[in-house]
């Protein structure tokens, strides 16, 4: 079945900085990459995603990257800020239903 | 609000009560989803159902039994648990595959 691996499990920037987390897959048939945002407290949303038919999508600071051959896909958040703080998590879809997430990356923006 | 609904919000049980988790949404959506949520494994994928099949059972121990009786209802009967099966159970559903839209948990207590 998929294995998503998601690193690094901590990150911690200074406010305005880029963050970086990365994501491996296992299995090539996986076809949608979403990522969540986990704010202390609440549920899991959607900020962004990407088909395996795209290799870069872009929404204001946030962007993602997907490589199909090496199977890994990054999620980038430019000019971080306060608010960026709280858990992220990788995603892959396989097939039509199976939604297998990442360990979860916290991060925390220093002011 | 993402439209699911889990209730109850808080439960507190002896290892050889039976209780029940609902899950409810009203979004059309085909898929669901029940996942366990802990500091060891933050997003721990249990059942995928899709058209009230389920589909995926992710090696979960038979102390959990779910059910899903309409695409719109999901349940997750609890019987003679451990205390380390306490966390946040958060249902999902989804017009896979695309964006999954979660309730905001069941806390779990296992005493």
Partial sequence: GENVEQHPSTLSVQEGDSAVIKCTYSDSASNYFPWYKQELGKRPQLIIDIRSNVGEKKDQRIAVTLNKTAKHFSLHITETQPEDSAVYFCAAVQGAQKLVFGQGTRLTINP | ?111
């Fill in chain 2, 1 to 111: 609000e993402t439209g699911v609904t889990q209730t109850p919000r808080h439960l507190v049980m002896g290892m050889t009560n039976k209780k029940s988790l609902k899950c409810e949404q009203h979004l059309g959506h085909n898929a669901m989803y029940w996942y366990k949520q802990s500091a060891k494994k933050p997003l721990e994928l249990m059942f995928v159902y899709n058209f009230k099949e389920q589909t995926e059972n992710n090696s979960v121990p038979s102390r959990f039994s779910p059910e899903c009786p309409n695409s719109s209802h999901l349940f997750l009967h609890l019987h003679t648990l451990q205390p380390e099966d306490s966390a946040l159970y958060l249902c999902a559903s989804s017009q896979s595959p695309t964006e999954a839209f979660f309730g905001q948990g069941t806390r779990l207590t296992v005493v």
